[in-house]
């Protein structure tokens, strides 16, 4: 692999850490530990993209799937009274919204832009339409205290006390990056996505594929949102997504379709908004607040611009795939 | 595509879509009925609101304007393989430009000062896109990152400069003073002015795509940059010409927006105007004109939905869904099939794979 | 084709066959006769159940058509430019009071109460700078909500380190709630002779800043874990979000805004102390009230702020430290403290 400048981010963040640690531990460990919490549904939105465009589907309908998902959880574990139901109903409405995108892309051949902007209109008017008050969840999916890990030096408190989906949220990545790469069904899914007719030819079913794939990050889409209305607050909120959804496809972008890129991505975001934080926390700066909360979008935009490379999205994306033509 | 439905004018891209629109308002009228509310009263009110008076249609077309130039800002986009998710930024940038250029300058004859108002717009609109295109060409940056990241900036920043240095003196709100009188944009046959001049920019930018290189050029690199290459087209030097059109229309609808409805700028009052841009362009297909009726569709809904809920009782949400809907039934086969139209559904964005 | 035009025709009129049922009398009919008292309002851009101020604006016009025998009835704004659209909505069907809710609609109601000088508008968060008779601004110093939350904080905390998860700066009673709680904690830390860091104020960025409750609680986390143990949450869904994080950390308080929200958010009963509550539904409905009998003038009404009940945390604070509060709550109502905010 070819060393480019965007390699040596790690070394440049260790060293700067070490510095910080020295100067105030609690602070240094505290921050990272609250940028795992940021990037997480940023991360675990990504993935969503990253299933659906590997195979060639594009998926901006992430926020909408989030959404509508944080809703049917939320009022799931309200009405039934258990948060773990609540989850299993959120997971469930992503997998039907992975499978609308999936009828609309795949077997309609629509356009996928639309498909996805559909998801996201209806997802909105939906929750806000039929959104009630009242209604509380009998308790949230709480921080886990990490056995062996939570007493190490330094790591113990960025990694433990994190929530459960959090926890799973990282296995996915990983088991994701370790199936598209590794596995029979990544090198499948990446031919379907770079080059359908030949995959055809090779007796991979490029529809099946399809579906399966698009449906099963309809139910990581599902568990993030099941993640911010269960695990983060505890709440639902008409548009409480914030735009999640969006940014995902720029941290996916960003770790150029590659889980363990987009994780990274998403986790250089997450820092950047618990430094943004830190800076007000320290009043080290005097400048105005406007421009402390630009450092995000400012930092990935100059990272991007630095590091350059052209990325490739897979080559099939976007297109519906005609066995005819092949 | 668009280009060749036209010689063979076929009854069925006329009368789908209004059929479309019907069964999508039937659906979503199941939903509503579900809510216990009669959804013929509310469509009623709808549609005689938006559409049933001169006032009412005065007030559509009036909304409909920063929808028909923001649809163009990212129709204009998508013809060159471009996603602008950035049309909100462009937009607000232009916004503010035209409001500060309204009441910095004093004296200027309505004449000079309207197109003086709106080439700030259109100028600041396009830089906000040159930094995503200019990007995208030379450092191979996504458009998709680079528009998302820039809409946060530019909304950060311009919260910082009408709560500072353009504040309106002597008040406590975010906000700059009001334009001069000689920058508001008038009413023709009264109809709002910016309606014409969408129009005319629709049709301007229709034209230009169909007889001037610079259209050939984007319709090239759209369909497939080797191609583009290949015809020795500058695949560089159209992106970033594309992004500046599309930036510098989305400021257009900005100013706009600025000189002839809100007077003034101030943050909260641009919302959701860039994302209404995607779904306009969407249900317009991509097509400079396409965007006008997508538009006045729209923004009679919208100009309607307050009317709704005061008359029939119906949350403003409505819109959204029916929005949901009609795109749903205007783009998917379903109903062309049930005709057994021979229409091939042909996909006109190519996402992020170009 | 043509026969599955017809059988489309056909399902779809019979769908709206289902759908036709005689629409409900309209009962406002009756406003403007004298006969029937109309309370009209319009949200800011939001919904009336948005556990917030639209929220707690509507309550009061309920409340006063309750004791008024009146009717009341709201429209929600999804665009700002509608302002001027929706306010004639009611205006056009001579409702008796216009409540508009949000300190963007105040140029809209300004024109409003200009154009109809029969009717009585209410302007909920609307400064009044110079007094129309038909407009009366509703107006709160949140900065003494704040500075008593402050107070209260100061004395509450153990490490001194106390915090604030707010929506945006430039929105100014935010920033008036945020400033005097700093101020307020000063105060309480200057009279218990410790020196306290100044409280953090911490805001959210300008897009979506009312409306990322996960933002909130990632960021109340971050406190926690550096050591602040009482943090205020005020910033619509996004200070909620906030509450709600620190309602799991033991030992940790938070204090809410704007109404009691003991009531609007039970799931942060766990750490709320109390809230810096600015009581939007009564003011509303005293100006009502002043409407009705005829003694209201226009210009500003200064609503009550003040803190919360302390609920189940009245066992848990310091008896010594509820004297303190209560002592020192009508000399900041009256200004005799003054809370340094900059209005």
Same mark, same amino acid.
């Given at each position: 692999?070819?060393?480019?400048?965007?390699?040596?981010?790690?070394?440049?963040?260790?060293?700067?850490?070490?510095?910080?640690?020295?100067?105030?531990?609690?602070?240094?460990?505290?921050?990272?530990?609250?940028?795992?919490?940021?990037?997480?549904?940023?991360?675990?939105?990504?993935?969503?993209?990253?299933?659906?465009?590997?195979?060639?589907?594009?998926?901006?309908?992430?926020?909408?799937?989030?959404?509508?998902?944080?809703?049917?959880?939320?009022?799931?574990?309200?009405?039934?009274?258990?948060?773990?139901?609540?989850?299993?109903?959120?997971?469930?409405?992503?997998?039907?919204?992975?499978?609308?995108?999936?009828?609309?892309?795949?077997?309609?051949?629509?356009?996928?832009?639309?498909?996805?902007?559909?998801?996201?209109?209806?997802?909105?008017?939906?929750?806000?339409?039929?959104?009630?008050?009242?209604?509380?969840?009998?308790?949230?999916?709480?921080?886990?205290?990490?056995?062996?890990?939570?007493?190490?030096?330094?790591?113990?408190?960025?990694?433990?006390?994190?929530?459960?989906?959090?926890?799973?949220?990282?296995?996915?990545?990983?088991?994701?990056?370790?199936?598209?790469?590794?596995?029979?069904?990544?090198?499948?899914?990446?031919?379907?996505?770079?080059?359908?007719?030949?995959?055809?030819?090779?007796?991979?079913?490029?529809?099946?594929?399809?579906?399966?794939?698009?449906?099963?990050?309809?139910?990581?889409?599902?568990?993030?949102?099941?993640?911010?209305?269960?695990?983060?607050?505890?709440?639902?909120?008409?548009?409480?997504?914030?735009?999640?959804?969006?940014?995902?496809?720029?941290?996916?972008?960003?770790?150029?379709?590659?889980?363990?890129?987009?994780?990274?991505?998403?986790?250089?975001?997450?820092?950047?908004?618990?430094?943004?934080?830190?800076?007000?926390?320290?009043?080290?700066?005097?400048?105005?607040?406007?421009?402390?909360?630009?450092?995000?979008?400012?930092?990935?935009?100059?990272?991007?611009?630095?590091?350059?490379?052209?990325?490739?999205?897979?080559?099939?994306?976007?297109?519906?795939?005609?066995?005819?033509?092949? | 595509?668009?280009?060749?439905?036209?010689?063979?004018?076929?009854?069925?891209?006329?009368?789908?879509?209004?059929?479309?629109?019907?069964?999508?308002?039937?659906?979503?009228?199941?939903?509503?009925?579900?809510?216990?509310?009669?959804?013929?009263?509310?469509?009623?009110?709808?549609?005689?609101?938006?559409?049933?008076?001169?006032?009412?249609?005065?007030?559509?077309?009036?909304?409909?304007?920063?929808?028909?130039?923001?649809?163009?800002?990212?129709?204009?986009?998508?013809?060159?393989?471009?996603?602008?998710?950035?049309?909100?930024?462009?937009?607000?940038?232009?916004?503010?430009?035209?409001?500060?250029?309204?009441?910095?300058?004093?004296?200027?004859?309505?004449?000079?000062?309207?197109?003086? @108002?709106? %080439?700030?717009?259109?100028?600041?609109?396009? /830089?906000?896109? $040159?930094?995503? +295109? *200019?990007?995208?060409?030379?450092? #191979?940056?996504?458009?998709?990152?680079?528009?998302?990241?820039?809409?946060?900036?530019?909304?950060?920043?311009?919260?910082?400069?009408?709560?500072?240095?353009?504040?309106?003196?002597?008040?406590?709100?975010?906000?700059?003073?009001?334009?001069?009188?000689?920058?508001?944009?008038?009413?023709?046959?009264?109809?709002?002015?910016?309606?014409?001049?969408?129009?005319?920019?629709?049709?301007?930018?229709?034209?230009?795509?169909?007889?001037?290189?610079?259209?050939?050029?984007?319709?090239?690199?759209?369909?497939?940059?080797?191609?583009?290459?290949? @015809?020795? %087209?500058?695949?560089?030097?159209?992106?970033? /010409?594309?992004? $500046?059109?599309? +930036? *510098?229309?989305?400021?257009?609808? #900005?100013?706009?927006?600025?000189?002839?409805?809100?007077?003034?700028?101030?943050?909260?009052?641009?919302?959701?105007?860039?994302?209404?841009?995607?779904?306009?362009?969407?249900?317009?297909?991509?097509?400079?004109?396409?965007?006008?009726?997508?538009?006045?569709?729209?923004?009679?809904?919208?100009?309607?939905?307050?009317?709704?809920?005061?008359?029939?009782?119906?949350?403003?949400?409505?819109?959204?869904?029916?929005?949901?809907?009609?795109?749903?039934?205007?783009?998917?086969?379903?109903?062309?099939?049930?005709?057994?139209?021979?229409?091939?559904?042909?996909?006109?964005?190519?996402?992020?794979?170009? | 084709?043509?026969?599955?035009?017809?059988?489309?025709?056909?399902?779809?009129?019979?769908?709206?066959?289902?759908?036709?049922?005689?629409?409900?009398?309209?009962?406002?009919?009756?406003?403007?006769?004298?006969?029937?008292?109309?309370?009209?309002?319009?949200?800011?851009?939001?919904?009336?159940?948005?556990?917030?101020?639209?929220?707690?604006?509507?309550?009061?016009?309920?409340?006063?058509?309750?004791?008024?025998?009146?009717?009341?009835?709201?429209?929600?704004?999804?665009?700002?430019?509608?302002?001027?659209?929706?306010?004639?909505?009611?205006?056009?069907?001579?409702?008796?009071?216009?409540?508009?809710?949000?300190?963007?609609?105040?140029?809209?109601?300004?024109?409003?109460?200009?154009?109809?000088?029969?009717?009585?508008?209410?302007?909920?968060?609307?400064?009044?700078?110079?007094?129309?008779?038909?407009?009366?601004?509703?107006?709160?110093?949140?900065?003494?909500?704040?500075?008593?939350?402050?107070?209260?904080?100061?004395?509450?905390?153990?490490?001194?380190?106390?915090?604030?998860?707010?929506?945006?700066?430039?929105?100014?009673?935010?920033?008036?709630?945020?400033?005097?709680?700093?101020?307020?904690?000063?105060?309480?830390?200057?009279?218990?002779?410790?020196?306290?860091?100044?409280?953090?104020?911490?805001?959210?960025?300008?897009?979506?800043?009312?409306?990322?409750?996960?933002?909130?609680?990632?960021?109340?986390?971050?406190?926690?874990?550096?050591?602040?143990?009482?943090?205020?949450?005020?910033?619509?869904?996004?200070?909620?979000?906030?509450?709600?994080?620190?309602?799991?950390?033991?030992?940790?308080?938070?204090?809410?805004?704007?109404?009691?929200?003991?009531?609007?958010?039970?799931?942060?009963?766990?750490?709320?102390?109390?809230?810096?509550?600015?009581?939007?539904?009564?003011?509303?409905?005293?100006?009502?009230?002043?409407?009705?009998?005829?003694?209201?003038?226009?210009?500003?009404?200064?609503?009550?702020?003040?803190?919360?009940?302390?609920?189940?945390?009245?066992?848990?604070?310091?008896?010594?430290?509820?004297?303190?509060?209560?002592?020192?709550?009508?000399?900041?109502?009256?200004?005799?403290?003054?809370?340094?905010?900059?209005?």
């Amino acid at each position: 692999m070819k060393l480019r400048s965007i390699h040596y981010l790690p070394l440049a963040f260790v060293v700067t850490f070490a510095y910080f640690y020295r100067q105030d531990g609690l602070v240094a460990t505290s921050v990272l530990y609250t940028a795992i919490q940021f990037a997480l549904p940023l991360a675990l939105a990504a993935m969503v993209g990253i299933m659906c465009e590997r195979t060639g589907i594009v998926n901006i309908g992430i926020e909408g799937t989030m959404l509508i998902s944080a809703f049917t959880a939320f009022f799931a574990g309200a009405i039934l009274q258990n948060t773990g139901r609540g989850m299993i109903v959120g997971v469930l409405t992503g997998v039907i919204m992975g499978l609308l995108l999936a009828v609309m892309a795949i077997t309609w051949k629509m356009d996928q832009i639309i498909a996805g902007v559909i998801l996201n209109i209806l997802a909105a008017g939906v929750t806000s339409f039929y959104y009630r008050q009242n209604y509380s969840i009998p308790s949230t999916l709480d921080p886990i205290d990490l056995p062996v890990v939570g007493a190490w030096p330094i790591l113990g408190p960025v990694l433990s006390f994190h929530g459960p989906i959090t926890y799973f949220g990282v296995l996915i990545v990983f088991t994701l990056w370790f199936a598209l790469y590794k596995t029979s069904w990544g090198l499948r899914s990446r031919a379907v996505g770079e080059h359908p007719s030949s995959a055809d030819t090779a007796g991979v079913s490029v529809t099946r594929l399809r579906y399966l794939n698009v449906t099963i990050a309809g139910a990581v889409g599902g568990l993030a949102g099941s993640y911010l209305a269960l695990e983060a607050v505890g709440i639902f909120e008409r548009g409480f997504t914030a735009g999640k959804g969006f940014t995902a496809l720029a941290i996916m972008i960003f770790g150029r379709w590659n889980p363990l890129g987009a994780f990274a991505a998403a986790l250089f975001f997450g820092l950047t908004q618990a430094l943004t934080n830190q800076l007000m926390i320290a009043e080290v700066v005097e400048i105005p607040f406007q421009f402390v909360t630009m450092l995000p979008y400012i930092l990935t935009i100059l990272i991007l611009a630095i590091s350059a490379g052209k990325v490739r999205p897979p080559a099939a994306e976007g297109i519906p795939y005609e066995k005819e033509k092949s | 595509m668009d280009a060749k439905q036209g010689k063979n004018f076929d009854l069925s891209s006329v009368f789908l879509p209004f059929l479309s629109i019907i069964v999508a308002l039937a659906f979503g009228g199941l939903l509503v009925l579900i809510q216990g509310i009669q959804p013929l009263q509310a469509y009623r009110v709808l549609f005689a609101t938006a559409f049933g008076s001169f006032d009412g249609i005065a007030l559509t077309l009036a909304k409909a304007t920063p929808l028909i130039l923001s649809g163009l800002a990212v129709a204009i986009c998508f013809r060159a393989g471009l996603f602008n998710i950035g049309a909100q930024g462009q937009l607000i940038s232009g916004a503010l430009a035209s409001a500060w250029a309204g009441y910095t300058f004093v004296g200027l004859p309505t004449l000079v000062h309207i197109p003086l @108002a709106l %080439i700030y717009g259109a100028f600041f609109g396009a /830089i906000v896109a $040159l930094v995503a +295109g *200019a990007l995208k060409a030379y450092r #191979g940056v996504h458009e998709v990152i680079t528009t998302i990241m820039l809409n946060s900036i530019v909304i950060a920043l311009a919260d910082y400069l009408t709560s500072t240095p353009f504040k309106e003196p002597d008040q406590p709100l975010t906000r700059t003073p009001k334009i001069q009188e000689s920058a508001q944009m008038p009413d023709f046959l009264g109809l709002p002015l910016g309606f014409f001049l969408a129009i005319g920019l629709s049709v301007t930018l229709w034209w230009m795509m169909r007889k001037t290189t610079t259209g050939f050029s984007i319709e090239t690199i759209g369909r497939n940059k080797n191609a583009g290459w290949y @015809a020795g %087209i500058s695949v560089k030097k159209t992106v970033i /010409i594309s992004m $500046l059109i599309g +930036g *510098a229309v989305a400021g257009i609808a #900005g100013a706009v927006e600025t000189l002839s409805i809100t007077g003034r700028f101030e943050p909260a009052f641009n919302a959701g105007l860039g994302f209404d841009g995607i779904t306009v362009a969407l249900l317009g297909r991509a097509n400079p004109l396409g965007v006008i009726p997508a538009a006045i569709l729209i923004g009679g809904m919208r100009a309607s939905a307050s009317t709704v809920q005061f008359e029939a009782g119906v949350a403003p949400e409505l819109v959204d869904l029916l929005l949901a809907m009609i795109l749903f039934f205007v783009t998917a086969p379903l109903l062309a099939k049930f005709f057994k139209s021979r229409k091939e559904n042909v996909a006109m964005t190519s996402g992020w794979s170009n | 084709m043509f026969r599955r035009f017809t059988t489309l025709v056909v399902v779809t009129a019979l769908t709206a066959l289902g759908f036709a049922t005689p629409a409900k009398a309209a009962s406002e009919s009756d406003c403007g006769t004298g006969r029937l008292f109309c309370i009209g309002l319009v949200t800011d851009t939001g919904k009336v159940d948005d556990k917030s101020f639209n929220q707690s604006a509507w309550m009061g016009a309920q409340m006063a058509a309750k004791v008024n025998g009146g009717f009341a009835k709201y429209i929600e704004t999804t665009d700002p430019k509608d302002y001027a659209k929706n306010i004639g909505q009611f205006a056009d069907k001579k409702y008796n009071v216009i409540i508009g809710v949000g300190f963007l609609m105040a140029e809209a109601m300004t024109t409003a109460a200009a154009k109809y000088p029969k009717i009585k508008f209410i302007g909920v968060d609307q400064f009044q700078g110079t007094a129309v008779p038909n407009l009366t601004g509703l107006v709160f110093p949140e900065d003494k909500a704040g500075f008593l939350a402050g107070y209260l904080a100061g004395h509450l905390t153990k490490t001194g380190k106390t915090g604030a998860v707010l929506g945006t700066e430039v929105v100014p009673p935010v920033r008036y709630f945020g400033e005097g709680y700093r101020n307020g904690v000063a105060y309480a830390a200057k009279e218990l002779g410790k020196k306290y860091p100044a409280s953090k104020l911490i805001y959210h960025a300008p897009d979506n800043a009312f409306n990322d409750p996960a933002w909130g609680a990632t960021t109340a986390q971050q406190l926690l874990s550096q050591g602040f143990d009482v943090i205020f949450g005020a910033g619509g869904n996004t200070g909620n979000g906030a509450l709600l994080r620190v309602a799991k950390k033991k030992g940790a308080y938070c204090i809410g805004v704007d109404s009691d929200q003991w009531g609007t958010l039970p799931e942060a009963r766990p750490c709320l102390v109390t809230s810096a509550m600015k009581l939007i539904d009564k003011g509303v409905a005293a100006v009502v009230a002043s409407i009705v009998d005829g003694t209201d003038k226009g210009g500003n009404y200064f609503g009550a702020v003040g803190l919360a009940p302390l609920h189940d945390f009245a066992k848990k604070v310091p008896a010594a430290y509820q004297a303190k509060l209560k002592a020192v709550t009508p000399k900041v109502l009256k200004g005799t403290i003054p809370t340094g905010v900059k209005l």
